[in-house]
Nanobody, 127 residues
């Protein structure tokens, strides 16, 4: 059974930082792409960043130079380091694992390209 467990959300002032973690179990983590999505009330779920098995990386334009995605295959964990946070970054953040091994996830990917999801962690940025 595949499980994704997120941690690291919270309340932070604008300009602050948070690091989200997502621990994965139940499959050979290193063979899969990983993504972070976010969703705020009344908005569609947005793909924020991806990192593939070959460590290829994608960021949505709004977080480039502020967020960093990384993975530790020894720990079966993916991270999202978020710096210079803005109120508009406020959302529930979800990690997700690609549906298939050795298939890239990037700007062309949608939620349907991911097979399993974490429970979500809330990030609130106050102004």
């Amino acid at each position: 059974q595949v499980q994704l467990v997120e941690s690291g959300g919270g309340l932070v002032q604008a300009g602050g930082s948070l690091r989200l973690s997502c621990a994965v179990s139940g499959l050979p983590f290193s063979r899969y792409g990983m993504g972070w999505f976010r969703q705020s009330p009344g908005k569609e779920r947005e793909l924020v960043a991806t990192i593939n098995w070959d460590r290829g990386i994608y960021y949505v334009n709004s977080v480039k130079a502020r967020f960093t995605i990384a993975r530790d295959n020894a720990k079966n964990t993916v991270y999202l380091q978020m710096n210079s946070l803005k109120p508009e970054d406020t959302a529930t953040y979800y990690c997700a694992i690609s549906r298939y091994q050795f298939v890239s996830v990037d700007s062309r990917s949608s939620a349907g390209d991911f097979g399993s999801w974490g429970q979500g962690t809330q990030v609130t940025v106050s102004s």
